[in-house]
């Protein structure tokens, strides 16, 4: 009998669960006639201080601790699945993984990000790098996501909006332990299991706690080796580790230090050569990620307001190295892509009220200085994508140095005599970056060789503005418009591909760019009807990214140029209902958008190179979806007294195609299905669970003319305890 039948009955029970259990809890729900009691109120600090999520005049989304769990989400990359106008652009392994949101799309593997970055206080970046936090959810608080341009709070790389996670604190008057496992199975991949353990423990009572969490985690491998004929020849194994240690000697004074280290290794990648079923060329492959975070952060009770500092210290260690492999179009490959990152950064404000509590204010200054060092080694054999098949050899050792500071400031008046508030914010940013480059290009068989060796600099600074005006005629609505920029710093590009391309197309690209800019106009409206069991959200925006940095790839090697603009529309709708059948809630989310190039270099679009011809004035930008949709079903509901309660979730997302920057080729939509059902107590939960119900293929993206395609179709089962 194999796994998939052995664990139909799991299945069963899964997707069984929500309705016996709303037909065991009719005859309550029924009594209900005026309506389910209140949500609970979700508190966010998207505008850097604490607000409910229905005050909060911007596009946002927060998923509580609580959440994540029911829905079985432990990575960034399921947070992203649930957020309108999201998804995931590149991944290589468990360390170098790109997201965008809004349709505002990085490169596939270099250049700054469009999505920043928070880790508790901590502005989490690497110079020439858009990758995310390789992070574990286990033992968080909550993950909030802004839409749209944060520049004015949150600074560089947030065109298209910022995630912060935002984990548990310790607690200083009671001793607290958690731990979990889960296993899991699919016929289509082997094994994978889990373990989590978190400790929280008082070491002076209501002034000095610590807290601790483990986490591992094994991946089965799912892809075939073509070479070795083996299945399931990519594993993935993932620890991490943080402590936190919180202290407030006075009533005034708290400061809290924490330590992160994630650590993870995986046989071969998560590209591979075909999609459906997963097969690759790799002869040898490896992925490396060694992530450290330091974060300091004082907070004291000046009386006038809060006086806050955050230092943060970061340091990266990335490896993705493969042999033998083959990218369609161009044939087989070698590839070694070693990338360190350090970085530096430390975060001064001051925040308060006045005014009789009708003003609100934060005013800061941010430094950070980063270096990024390593590139890309590659040898193309026989490149399709050259005239001849002439073979490629590059070597790129490069450092990326960057140091910057910024300040900024943001208000907000809230009138006396009409329900409107007024925000008005701004940062002004500087850097100086320099890129030290060791640069070659050869065409193999030709004598043909470009060098550069030498460092190119630039400075650079920029003015970030914000303006928001919410009206609120009544207590249960609001309707805000804003304008509001964000920045990101110009991409330093090797010599030696930029020559190439410029010889292979006949423009004439500088190696340095300068940073490109983007605006976002606003009309969003946010309501609770129904007596507070609805709350319902849309906002319709409009973005205009001038000189927008894209990736092309005229010569089998991506360089970063500005390729021309950027225009688009989009619609966010979220909807989230708890229903009259008590404990039965149901949300909804999704966005629409035309996100367009415009004004493109005229010998790019004149291009006929199959790896550009989408670069054409209207075609959609490359790296993004024209739509998305997400629900989730959650019953929760008292079972057999004692305390015990049922928890039934499914969760479901949509992603219409995405294509790549690389050679243009499309992802296809993506349909995720998965559920998870529950019975818990204050002290024990036991779960089983299903991932990727429908047994999706994808692939999810096609980067660098590979696959990254979703994790079979599985099913598991878990246990908890607290105490």
Do not use: C
Request: charged share 20%; proline share 5%; glycine share 10%.
């Amino acid at each position: 009998m194999g796994i998939k039948q052995g664990f139909v009955a799991l299945a069963a029970v899964a997707w069984a669960g929500l309705p016996l259990a709303i037909t065991f809890g009719a005859s309550s729900a029924m009594a209900q006639t005026s309506g389910s009691a209140p949500m609970e109120e979700i508190v966010v600090t998207a505008q850097r201080r604490e607000q409910a999520i229905n005050d909060v005049p911007q596009a946002v989304q927060a998923l509580s601790g609580q959440n994540l769990k029911d829905a079985n989400v432990v990575r960034l990359a399921d947070v992203i699945d649930m957020i309108p106008g999201a998804s995931q652009v590149t991944s290589i392994s468990a360390g170098s993984t790109a997201y965008q949101i809004r349709a505002i799309a990085p490169a596939e593997g270099l250049g700054e990000g469009t999505v920043g970055y928070y880790v508790d206080n901590l502005a989490f970046a690497m110079p020439a790098l858009p990758y995310a936090p390789a992070i574990d959810l286990f033992d968080t608080d909550r993950v909030e996501v802004l839409r749209g341009p944060s520049g004015t709070l949150y600074g560089l790389g947030s065109l298209g909006g910022t995630v912060k996670t935002i984990t548990r604190d310790p607690v200083l008057d009671a001793f607290e332990l958690s731990a979990r496992t889960t296993s899991a199975w699919s016929d289509d991949a082997s094994r994978s299991y889990s373990g989590d353990i978190m400790v929280n423990a008082p070491i002076i009572e209501d002034r000095l706690a610590i807290r601790g969490v483990l986490n591992y985690r094994k991946r089965g491998g799912y892809a075939e080796l073509l070479a070795f004929d083996e299945d399931n020849g990519n594993p993935e194994r993932r620890r991490t580790g943080r402590i936190k240690l919180l202290a407030q000697p006075t009533d005034k004074l708290s400061i809290k230090l924490a330590y992160w280290d994630m650590r993870s290794r995986q046989d071969f990648f998560d590209r591979v050569t075909f999609a459906n079923p997963p097969r690759t060329n790799n002869t040898f492959g490896r992925g490396a990620s060694d992530y450290e975070f330091v974060i300091g952060d004082v907070d004291y009770d000046l009386g006038f307001g809060v006086l806050q500092s955050t230092t943060g210290y970061v340091r990266a260690k990335l490896s993705d190295d493969n042999n033998g492999s083959i990218a369609l179009p161009i044939g087989s490959f070698e590839s070694q892509i070693p990338q360190d990152s350090e970085v530096w950064n430390q975060d001064l404000r001051i925040s308060g009220t006045g005014m009789g509590d009708r003003l609100d204010y934060i005013v800061g200054l941010f430094y950070q200085d980063g270096e990024t060092a390593g590139g890309q080694k590659v040898i193309l054999p026989e490149n399709t994508q050259v005239p001849g098949n002439v073979g490629l050899e590059t070597s790129n050792d490069n450092v990326t140095d960057s140091e910057s500071w910024a300040v900024y400031g943001e208000v907000t008046y809230r009138a006396e005599s009409v329900p409107v508030a007024i925000t008005l914010g701004l940062r002004y940013y500087e850097e100086k970056r320099s890129f030290d480059q060791n640069s070659l290009l050869r065409f193999l068989g030709t004598g043909v060789t470009i060098e550069t060796v030498g460092t190119t600099s630039t400075d650079e600074n920029s003015l970030n503005p914000r303006l928001n005006v919410a009206w609120h005629p009544t207590d249960d609505g609001m309707i805000y418009v804003s304008a509001t920029k964000g920045f990101r710093s110009g991409m330093l590009n090797s010599n030696a591909l930029v020559s190439a391309a410029n010889a292979a197309l006949g423009t004439s690209f500088d190696a340095n760019n300068e940073p490109d800019e983007l605006w976002n106009y606003e009309l969003g409206s946010k309501w609770t009807l129904a007596d507070g069991a609805l709350d319902v959200s849309a906002a319709l925006y409009y973005i205009d990214w001038s000189d927008a940095q894209v990736a092309i790839s005229p010569a089998a090697q991506f360089i970063i140029v500005p390729i021309g603009d950027v225009e688009g529309t989009g619609l966010d709708l979220e909807a989230t209902w708890r229903t009259p059948i008590d404990g039965l809630t149901l949300s909804l989310s999704g966005n629409i958008n035309e996100t367009e190039l415009k004004n493109v270099d005229p010998l790019v679009q004149a291009s006929t190179a199959p790896n550009l011809i989408y670069m054409k004035n209207g075609n959609q930008l490359v790296g993004t979806t024209k739509r998305t949709l997400a629900s989730i079903i959650n019953y929760r509901r008292a079972v057999g007294g004692n305390g015990w309660m049922m928890n039934y979730n499914l969760r479901y997302s949509y992603r219409a195609k995405q294509q790549s920057s690389y050679d243009g080729r499309y992802a296809p939509s993506l349909n995720m299905m998965s559920t998870r059902l529950a019975f818990e107590s204050d002290r024990y939960e036991f779960s089983v669970f299903a991932d990727n119900l429908t047994d999706e293929g994808g692939p999810i993206s096609v980067p660098g003319g590979q696959n990254i395609v979703p994790f079979p179709r599985s099913f598991g089962i878990g246990f908890q305890v607290n105490l």
